[in-house]
């Protein structure tokens, strides 16, 4: 079997940890997990009940230079299907549509790891979990541009309340008050 990206090195086996082995490429460090060779291990793994949408990473990743390469799929020739794992320095994860194997360039195994989706990794490929993802660098985008205009302090005790709020069944009326509170300052 030959690297999907390097496309003339052999594959061999490497033990990834845990009983799970990859076919490796030692010229670029990637690893192709075999559907039948991963759903074998994930099988015997404990799988989170939420699968991981808080995509916090405390490493200096560095993409490989091959992670923008399309692929064929080493075992029955289709192209890999890609999707964004937006950490900090977003890579791409690949899958075969047909015998669902996975390739992982240089480090992002242990990247999948880190964030704990490692043992979910068809769950990435879904609309669901993609939606998901969006919503939570929506969320922190918008949470960083709050304390950006209000300061730190100011915009701290604007999330505590609006935490408060939302636990409130009422909550909405104290939004609508103070929207009119906000909108509705008289000019100088």
């Avoid at 923008?68 to 964004?84: D, F, G, I, Q, T």
């Avoid at 979910?120 to 998901?132: A, C, G, N, P």
Wanted: net charge negative; proline share 4%; charged share 30%.
């Amino acid at each position: 079997m030959q690297c999907p990206k390097c496309r003339e090195i052999e594959l061999s086996d490497l033990e990834l940890g845990d009983d799970l082995t990859s076919y490796h490429c030692e010229k670029c460090e990637g690893d192709w997990l075999s559907g039948e060779r991963y759903q074998a291990w994930q099988s015997s793994q404990d799988k989170p009940s939420i699968v991981n949408t808080s995509l916090k990473l405390d490493s200096n990743f560095t993409p490989s230079e091959t992670d923008n390469r399309a692929a064929l799929c080493p075992e029955c020739r289709r192209y890999l299907s890609r999707v964004k794992i937006p950490v900090g320095t977003p890579f791409y994860l690949e899958r075969c549509p047909d015998c669902n194997g996975f390739w992982c360039d240089r480090q992002e195994w242990e990247i999948l790891r880190q964030l704990a989706l490692h043992t979910s990794l068809e769950y990435v490929f879904t609309s669901d979990w993609q939606h998901k993802v969006r919503d939570q660098q929506h969320s922190v985008s918008e949470r960083q541009a709050l304390i950006q205009k209000l300061g730190k302090e100011l915009a701290e005790e604007v999330f505590v309340l609006g935490d408060k709020l939302a636990e409130s069944d009422n909550g909405d009326f104290a939004v609508a008050y103070l929207a009119r509170q906000v909108t509705d300052i008289p000019e100088s």
